[in-house]
């Protein structure tokens, strides 16, 4: 049986994008196949997605002339990977391996497969990921579509330039690590103040909830929300000084830069 999508790598990512199709009704189940190594994680993916297939390796018989593969596996695995898609037939290929180049998937790949890079983050496992996707020298306005139309199933989609996907692994991609230390910290804050641990979290989870959907639906920027909240002498100026005397700001530029920095590494 050919199915419309193979996704290759059942973890967190695959199993998420594979569950945002299902629910997104992208295409019926039955005509999405993940091809998983691991027989225990076979056995889950089976009972948590009915009707889609979960196998142990690729086979012709899975690919037809319209059959499109998600590449999501190790760094370490994705070129060998490639290879034995390509030689089952696949026309398109969407890579989620962090800092692999579109050429080098290309070179191992049949002359004429579309390659898309695209690089989303963990919040696709709830359905609000935001993900960048750019296209190799073969891929079609249609090739983008198609990529767009899966990561659109787990959250939000972005197009940019491939010489860019290193600065955004460091901002988006490694983003919300940054985020939950930030909140780590702010819950460990509210202890030492003398809150109860769940009330602390409660309070942070919440407030982070609150600030970012300001930032979503108004059209003020970061800088002037946060001088909305910043009375002169207030006790808001007084932790925001305490937090630039510590050099908070520079701490996430060159957070980013050196996750960017080993994007790059990576992908050579």
């Given at each position: 049986?050919?199915?419309?999508?193979?996704?290759?790598?059942?973890?967190?990512?695959?199993?998420?994008?594979?569950?945002?199709?299902?629910?997104?009704?992208?295409?019926?189940?039955?005509?999405?196949?993940?091809?998983?190594?691991?027989?225990?994680?076979?056995?889950?993916?089976?009972?948590?997605?009915?009707?889609?297939?979960?196998?142990?390796s690729?086979?012709?018989?899975?690919?037809?002339?319209?059959?499109?593969?998600?590449?999501?596996?190790?760094?370490?695995?994705?070129?060998?990977?490639?290879?034995?898609?390509?030689?089952?037939?696949?026309?398109?290929?969407?890579?989620?391996?962090?800092?692999?180049?579109?050429?080098?998937?290309?070179?191992?790949?049949?002359?004429?497969v579309?390659?898309?890079?695209?690089?989303?983050?963990?919040?696709?496992?709830v359905?609000?990921?935001?993900?960048?996707?750019?296209?190799?020298?073969?891929?079609?306005?249609?090739?983008?579509?198609?990529?767009?139309?899966?990561?659109?199933?787990?959250?939000?989609?972005?197009?940019?330039?491939?010489?860019?996907?290193?600065?955004?692994?460091?901002?988006?991609?490694c983003?919300?690590?940054?985020?939950?230390?930030?909140?780590?910290?702010?819950?460990?804050?509210?202890?030492?103040?003398?809150?109860?641990?769940?009330?602390?979290?409660?309070?942070?989870?919440?407030?982070?909830?609150?600030?970012?959907?300001?930032?979503?639906?108004?059209?003020?920027?970061?800088?002037?929300?946060?001088?909305?909240?910043?009375?002169?002498?207030?006790?808001?100026?007084?932790?925001?000084?305490?937090?630039?005397?510590?050099?908070?700001?520079?701490?996430?530029l060159?957070?980013?830069?050196?996750?960017?920095?080993?994007?790059?590494?990576?992908?050579?």
């Amino acid at each position: 049986m050919a199915f419309d999508l193979v996704i290759v790598g059942g973890g967190r990512m695959g199993s998420a994008l594979a569950t945002g199709l299902v629910s997104a009704h992208w295409c019926e189940p039955e005509k999405i196949v993940i091809v998983e190594h691991d027989a225990f994680t076979r056995y889950v993916l089976g009972q948590d997605l009915p009707g889609v297939s979960v196998v142990a390796s690729l086979e012709l018989e899975h690919v037809g002339p319209s059959t499109g593969a998600v590449l999501a596996v190790k760094p370490e695995h994705a070129e060998s990977v490639a290879r034995l898609v390509g030689a089952c037939g696949v026309t398109r290929v969407m890579s989620v391996v962090a800092g692999l180049s579109t050429d080098r998937l290309s070179a191992v790949l049949p002359h004429g497969v579309a390659v898309v890079r695209a690089m989303p983050n963990t919040p696709v496992l709830v359905g609000r990921g935001v993900s960048a996707i750019s296209g190799g020298v073969t891929a079609t306005s249609d090739d983008l579509e198609w990529a767009s139309s899966i990561l659109g199933a787990v959250g939000s989609v972005v197009r940019v330039s491939e010489r860019h996907m290193d600065a955004v692994t460091g901002v988006s991609g490694c983003g919300p690590a940054f985020i939950y230390l930030v909140a780590e910290s702010l819950i460990e804050a509210g202890v030492h103040q003398g809150l109860p641990r769940e009330m602390s979290r409660e309070l942070v989870v919440g407030t982070l909830m609150g600030a970012a959907e300001m930032l979503s639906v108004t059209a003020s920027s970061p800088e002037e929300l946060r001088s909305q909240v910043t009375s002169p002498g207030g006790a808001t100026a007084a932790g925001l000084r305490m937090l630039e005397s510590r050099a908070v700001r520079a701490a996430f530029l060159e957070a980013v830069s050196a996750s960017a920095e080993r994007s790059r590494q990576l992908g050579r």
